[in-house]
Each structure stands twice: as C-alpha cells, then as structure tokens.
C-alpha cells in the first residue's frame, strides 16, 4: 500500500493570542496619539481665531477709509463671554455684552460682532479696549496689542501700529510660521 500524504500548508488565520497582541498594540498606539490629538485641534483652533481677528483689525481700517469716518474697534465681556466689534459712532457707542450687539448712541452703528464660543479654549485680552481707526490716514489714535490665549499658556498677539498695520507674533510655546513677540 502507498500512502502517500498530502503537503501540509501553513495556516493563513491569525491564532487568539495574535489578535489581541495586535489589539493591545493598537488600543497603546490610539492612547498615545489622543491627548496629541487633542492638543492639535485647539492649536488649530487659536490659529483660526488669531487669522480672524487680524482680518477683522484690517477690515475696521478699509472701512474708515470707505465710510470716511473713525471706525472703532472694541472688545467687551471676559473669558467666556467675550466678543469683540467693529461700530460707527463715538467710543463706547456700541457694545456686544450678553451675546447681543447693540448701539446705544445716536449715529452708531455696528459693522460687523464677533464673539467667542464658551465651549472653545481660546480666550481674548487686550490692553485697550477700544482702538479708533481714523479714515483721514489709516493711523490709530491709540495703539494696542490683542491676545488670544489658550488654557494651556499658548499664546497668539496682534499688535495695531499707530499706522493701523496689524502684525501678528507669539508669546511663550512656540507658534509654526510666527515670529516671537519682542
């Protein structure tokens, strides 16, 4: 009698053991890479912010130019609650408190408000309050810096030159693509 067997493959399946390796691996790597994660997306998020606000500086200055009027800039509310606007009209004319914008000076008018979700980490300060962009030459009457600031100590600044240029700078961690603050 010839018996002859048959070859034997090799198993192409995955043994128990095997798979949750591979899943203990995967579940440290996922539990590694979150918090990173995490710290990125609000990173992204005070950058958007600091792109917003450094528009908005700009368009309060084309728009003194268009209307041939000062145009101001004011922040109002603190942490959670803050907002910021552009308006018409004298200093402190207008004012974006308890999520509403609105003008309480005759001849005021806002242009555009902006305001800063609660649920976000970014946070707003300014060493001014208001900045008034002249139309007659661009130039600010009084000049300020603006910070947008992340829980975690990260740091964007806008800094309005007496020329009504807005440049923008960081303070302590480090920002990709921006200079540090002097």
């Known amino acids: 009698m010839d018996s002859k067997h048959a070859p034997r493959r090799p198993c192409r399946g995955a043994t128990y053991a095997e798979a949750c390796l ?6 440290l790597l996922l539990a590694l890479a979150l918090p990173s994660l995490g710290q ?15 528009s908005d500086l700009r368009l309060a200055r084309a728009e003194a130019a268009r209307l041939a009027e000062p145009v101001q800039f004011r922040i109002s509310g603190k942490g959670s609650q803050a907002c910021y606007l552009l308006h018409r009209g004298p200093p402190g004319g207008c004012d974006c408190a308890a999520s509403v914008a609105r003008c309480t000076q005759p001849g005021s008018a806002v242009l555009k408000a902006e305001w800063l979700p609660p649920d976000q980490p970014v946070r707003i300060s300014s060493n001014a309050e208001t900045l008034t962009f002249q139309f ?10 603006i910070d947008l600031r992340l829980t975690g100590g990260q740091t964007i600044r806008q800094v309005v030159a007496i020329t009504g240029r807005v440049r923008s700078c960081y303070l302590g961690q480090a920002v990709v693509n921006l200079p540090r603050c002097a």
């Open 136 to 145: 007659s030459q661009g130039l600010v009457t009084q000049t300020g810096s």
């Open 40 to 54: 990125m997306r609000q990173q992204m998020q005070l950058r958007a912010r600091a792109e917003q606000l450094a």
């Open 22 to 27: 591979v899943l203990g691996v995967v579940s």
